[in-house]
């Protein structure tokens, strides 16, 4: 049924925030369910129509309208379940992933996390083309199983490694066409880009078709490094985006720095900023002072509730007193995009995940109570991202747009959030995608 090209998903909920005001307005000739009016949901029907949605009729009274032909057309009752736009991952590290087993952090430290990476990567020289291209693969294998539609991935780039990790990442971006969407943001010390290598890296960062990015510290040429930065990117017409603030360090301020000199050199194109921990442990007056700058600059900042609440605040044999999370209410509230995104997967730097959206959703919804109410925190993993990540058409629902989305048998976001949702339907241009997640024995040969 699903394989044909024109039929009716019916009795679906779609977050309102996914739909245009003059249809959701038509919600107000009907008295709504408590759960549809607390999760901010419409009940609909969808048709769908050569790959694309053709129409979305509010459910208004429980009941199939008469332009359904429910009698020469295939339908696919939803049950009242949720369908979300395919997700978009903001923040990833897909070289890293899947080295676990080989290359634990046992201290679950970030200096154990950093000392992981650089054994199996620089010293052991792990990281030859093979063993590349199968780890990565291996996330896009689970990422696109999950429902995931674009993925921005930081690439690791000591000298002895970019020819083989830009070639593999060539060779991925070419192969997973039309099914995600891949970004590249190489991963350096800012002190890069302002030697003399640092202009040819940048060219080599524009024939990728990548953005430029690092990791910031509160150095004292931190702003002669940036000034480089927006510098190089400008000639070269390229987006930037950061590493900020991974630590619990008041201190610590290179988003208020980077926002800063973004607004001072007029940079015009999209900025992002990871992490910015240290936001949170910083003076009401100090962090609103950044959080004003950063909306002021239009700097986009995705958080990675999961990696950060495991590396954080962790030292040996104490609990830990914080989350490790940045400010996202507050950021939110001064009308700053916030995405949530995977960051590291089985990795050093978090041992566990599995390049799932859903997962990432739920855990940041409980770290970060994005709860009571859920409000439009569900676009943190898809229209937001997407935006940021400059990319139309993914991330959201709407009339003639690509049928991707995925069904969920949960009614609402309780139900969404309460189970892992292994039974999803995940459509791509109106077809039901086989769901079947990789094995991780295909990694043995790599891992063991």
């Excluded at 949901?41 to 048709?47: D, G, I, N, R, T």
């Excluded at 900020?244 to 999209?270: M, V, Y």
């Amino acid at each position: 049924m699903t394989e044909t090209m024109h039929y009716w998903l019916v009795n679906v909920r779609i977050p309102q925030c996914f739909i245009e005001p003059a249809l959701r307005d038509l919600q107000l000739e009907t008295k709504l369910a408590p759960t549809l009016q607390r999760d901010r949901l419409f009940p609909c029907h969808v048709e769908i129509r050569n790959h694309r949605i053709a129409a979305i009729v509010p459910n208004c009274h429980n009941a199939l309208p008469s332009q359904i032909p429910t009698e020469s057309l295939p339908i696919i009752d939803g049950k009242q379940g949720l369908v979300l736009p395919c997700f978009a991952d903001l923040h990833t590290h897909l070289d890293k992933g899947h080295i676990w087993e080989r290359s634990p952090n046992l201290d679950g430290t970030f200096q154990g996390a950093l000392k992981g990476i650089y054994s199996d990567c620089t010293e052991q020289k792990n990281w030859h083309y093979d063993d590349l291209y199968r780890r990565m693969e291996f996330g896009l294998k689970c990422s696109y199983a999950h429902g995931t539609k674009a993925i921005r991935t930081h690439l690791d780039c000591p000298p002895h490694q970019v020819e083989t990790t830009f070639q593999v990442f060539k060779e991925l971006r070419e192969k997973w066409q039309g099914k995600i969407a891949l970004q590249a943001v190489s991963l350096v010390p800012l002190s890069h880009f302002a030697t003399p290598e640092g202009a040819n890296f940048a060219d080599a960062i524009a024939d990728l078709g990548g953005i430029i990015g690092g990791i910031a510290h509160m150095v004292p040429e931190l702003d002669y490094y940036l000034e480089r930065i927006f510098s190089l990117a400008t000639e070269r017409n390229l987006s930037v985006d950061f590493h900020a603030d991974e630590n619990n360090d008041p201190e610590s301020r290179t988003l208020h720095r980077i926002a800063e000199n973004a607004l001072k050199h007029g940079f015009t194109s999209q900025v992002i900023c990871g992490h910015c921990c240290s936001l949170s442990v910083q003076d009401e007056e100090t962090a609103n002072q950044t959080i004003a700058i950063v909306k002021a600059a239009n700097v986009g900042i995705v958080s990675l509730p999961m990696c950060n609440m495991y590396l954080q605040d962790r030292i040996a044999d104490r609990t830990p007193r914080w989350r490790g999370i940045t400010l996202v209410h507050e950021l939110d509230d001064a009308g700053v995009s916030v995405a949530l995104a995977s960051d590291n997967c089985r990795d050093p730097f978090y041992g566990f995940g599995d390049h799932d959206l859903l997962q990432v959703f739920s855990m940041g919804t409980k770290i970060c109570h994005l709860d009571t109410p859920y409000d439009n925190w569900i676009e943190s993993v898809t229209s937001r991202p997407a935006s940021l990540m400059g990319l139309k058409d993914v991330g959201t629902i709407g009339i003639d747009q690509a049928a991707d989305f995925i069904l969920f048998k949960a009614r609402s976001y309780n139900e969404l959030l309460s189970r892992n949702q292994s039974d999803r339907q995940v459509f791509r241009d109106g077809v039901a995608i086989d769901t079947t997640l990789p094995d991780y024995a295909e990694l043995d040969a790599l891992i063991f």
